[in-house]
C-alpha cells in the first residue's frame, strides 16, 4: 500500500518538511498519524495523493513511484484513494446526493450505477434519508460524513484522511472515527491524521509519532507518544 | 443524463452565472472579428480593383520619330518578345491624335499636326508590380524613344494594397491575443467560482481532459456566439458600404465585390477565430488549477 524509505520533502520556501521518514503501511491496515502542529503529518498525506513530490527518497502509493509518476497518471492513482479533509470540502450548490454521486460522474462512471451506489454508501455512513439536504442544512458530523460517502464511493484501496475530525466535538468526534473504523473492518486500509490524544487513545490501533519531520514512534498497541 | 450532457450543460450554465464578463467578451471578440474583418476585405477589394486596373492599363512605348510608319510596325515583334508583356497594339500618330483630341476638344489643340504625335505601341502588361523593369527593357529596343508608363495609378493601389494587408496582418494578431487574454479572464471568472469544484474533481480522480471540457465548451460557446454576430454585422456594414461607394463609381473600371461572394471565407474564418480564441481562452483560464 505505501512504502516511504529514507524521504525528505524541503518546501521551495526552505522549509524541511520531513527528514529521513521511512514508514510502511500494509493492506487492510488501520494506522493512526499523529504529531503537533507544523510536524509534517499533512506533507506525508500531500505525499501520497501526489500533490507533493519528495525532494529525496522513494514514495510508493497502490503501486505508483511517487517520485516518478506523470502528471497525467495522478487521475489513475487518485481513483485508488479516497481523500477527507478537516474543513469537508463538500460543494455547497449541491446536496447531499449530487456531493457523492459528483465524485462518480467526474471519473465517468454510467448514471445508473451511480443511482443503485450513491444511495448504498449514503446508507453505510448513515446518512439515509439525508439525500436531498444541502450541505449547510446538515450538522458538522453529518457533512464530514458526506464527504466519507464521498471518498467511499468509487471503493478505493485506502482512504487517507487529514484531520477529519478537527472541526467536530468530542461525540461526533468517536462516532466518526468508529465509522472509519468499521470501514476498515469491510477491508479498506485507513491512515488518519489527527492530534487528539484522547481520541487515538481510545483506539487499540497502531500509531505513527511524527515531530519536526521525523518518526519519533511507531507503536502497534495505541500508545502515543507524542505529549 | 450521460457524461457528455452534463458537461455540455456545465459549460452553458456558467455563461448566464457570468453574464456581464460574458457578454464582455462577445462584445470584445466581436468587435476584433470586424475590425479585422473590415480591414481584410478592404484589402480584399484593393487586391480586386488592382486586377481591374492591370487588365485596363496599359504603357506606352514610343516609337523614334525619325522612323516611318513601316519601321515603326516592325517593331511589334520584338515589343511582344519583352517578358511581362501580355499583347501589343500599334497605333500610328493619326490615330493617336484623333484619340487625343476626342478627350480634349477643347481648340487649344486646333492646328496640331498628325506629325507631333509619334507612332506608338499600346502594351498591357501580366504583373503590374514589374512595371518599373518591363519599361526598362522596353526603352532598350533600338527604335523605342520613350515609355510612358501611366501606371502610378495602379502602382499607388499596389502599395494601398500592402499598407492594409500588413496592417490587417499585425491586427489579427493584435487583435486575436487581446481576445484571447479577455476571453481567459472571464473564463477564470468561472474557474475561480468553481475552484473547490475542481480541487475535489482533481482529488477524487477527474482527468484534467473532464476538468477541462466544461470551460473549453464554455470559451467555444462565447467565441461562436461572437463569431457569428460579427459575421451579421459585417455583411449589415458592408452592404451600407457597398451602395455608397457603388453609387459613386458608375461607369468607372474599378468594382466592388458584392458581400455574398465573400461570405462564405468571411464566415468560415470567423467561425474559425471565434473557435481558436474560445478554446485558447478556456484552456488558459483553466491552466493554473490542473497543476497538482
Ligand atoms: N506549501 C508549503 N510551502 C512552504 N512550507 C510549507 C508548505 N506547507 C507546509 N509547509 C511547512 O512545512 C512544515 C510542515 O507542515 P505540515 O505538513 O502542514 O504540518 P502539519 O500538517 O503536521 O501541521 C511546516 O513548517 C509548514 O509551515
Ligand atoms: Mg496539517
Redesign the pocket.
Known sequence: MIHLQDVSVV???G?H?LEGVSLDVNAGEFVFLV?P???????MMKLMTGEVRPTSGTVQVNGFDMARVKRRNLPKLRRTLGVIFQDFRLIDNKNVFENVAFAMRVVGAKTKDIKERVPHVLELVGLKGREKRLPQELSGGEQQRVAIARALVNAPDMIIADEPTGNLDPVKSLDLMMLLERINEMGTTVVVVTHEKELVNAFSKRVVSIEEGRIISDGSDGYYAYE | MNKFGYLLKEGFKSIFTHGFMSFASVTIIMACLLIMGSFGLLAINIDNMIGDLESENQILAIVDETYTEEEARALESQVAAVPNVTSVEFITRQEAMDDFAEQYPEKVFEGIEASTFRDRFAVHLDDLSLTAETSQALREIEGIAEVSDSLEIANGFVTVRNVVSGVSMVLVLILVIVSIFIMANTIKLTTYGRREEIAIMRMVGATNAFIRFPFLVEGLILGLIGAVLAFFIEWGVYDVVFDRIMAGLVGNIVEILPFTTLMLPVLIIYLGIGVFVGAFGGLIAIRNYLKV
Open positions: 518546501y521551495p520556501a522549509t518538511a504529531g502542529s507544523g510536524s509534517g503529518k499533512t506533507t
